[in-house]
């Protein structure tokens, strides 16, 4: 059964820095991509960041790209967001999720997150 | 980046009632769409994928349907349990979700 847990969540100021971690179990972490995405408050889902399970390829969301850095430590089945320049419209739920399908997302195509924690939340403000 | 279009943003309706929920796409996307339910204070969880493909023990009320541009998500004889909001999301190219439908009850 796939388990995901988020951790690192906090409330930062603008233009600060937050570390997002999500460990994994349950399931062959190092053959599976994994994503982030978010949910402002009482708002919908927007997808943030995806790395294959390789992190041979990463891809970002246009609103965090240069500031949000996605990666993964297969040996501690173990997926990370570094998130710097934080904005106040960043504050969501951020949650991590598995990939529907194994070793997928090459091209950018194909791209399911089918198994979700439970979220980490981040707050920014002065 | 494609954009995804759900209507209605929320809508009431009764227990035993039919629901439908419309997707669209602002380019074609075949069948490159998902479909997910999300409950208050909860994950979301995959209902439907590539567009009509139930998920592993997802109801068989829920149905999808539609490729390129359109697509419908439908709910037949609605059960307490289906409040909810609802979400589509494309991946034919990266990843987009639909704004979402929020269904409560009438």
């Known amino acids: 059964q796939v388990h995901l847990v988020e951790s690192g969540g906090g409330v930062v100021q603008p233009g600060g820095s937050l570390r997002l971690s999500c460990a994994a179990s349950g399931f062959t972490f190092s053959n599976y991509g994994m994503h982030w995405v978010r949910q402002a408050p009482g708002k919908g889902l927007e997808w943030a960041a995806f790395?294959?399970?390789?992190?041979?390829?990463?891809y970002y969301a246009d609103s965090v790209k240069g500031r949000f850095t996605i990666s993964r430590d297969n040996s501690k089945n173990t997926l990370f967001l570094q998130m710097s320049g934080l904005r106040a419209e960043d504050t969501a739920l951020y949650y991590c999720?598995?990939?529907?399908?194994?070793?997928?997302?090459?091209?950018?195509?194909?791209?399911?997150?089918?198994?979700w924690g439970q979220g980490t939340l981040v707050t920014v403000t002065s | 980046a494609i954009q995804l279009t759900q209507s209605p943003s929320s809508l009431s309706a009764s227990v035993g009632d039919r629901v439908t929920i419309t997707c669209r796409a602002s380019q074609g996307i075949s069948s490159a769409l998902v479909w997910f339910q999300q409950k208050p204070g909860k994950a979301p969880k995959l209902l439907i994928y590539?567009?009509?493909s139930l998920d592993s023990g997802v109801p068989s009320r829920f149905s999808g349907s539609g490729s390129g541009t359109d697509f419908t998500l439908t709910i037949s004889n609605l059960q307490p349990e289906d409040f909810a909001s609802y979400y589509c999301q494309q991946f034919n190219s990266y990843v987009t979700f639909g704004g979402g439908t929020k269904v409560e009850i009438k």
């Open positions: 590539d567009a009509s």
């Open positions: 790395i294959r399970y390789d992190g041979s390829n990463k």
């Open positions: 999720a598995k990939d529907l399908h194994p070793y997928a997302g090459r091209n950018g195509f194909n791209l399911i997150p089918d198994s």
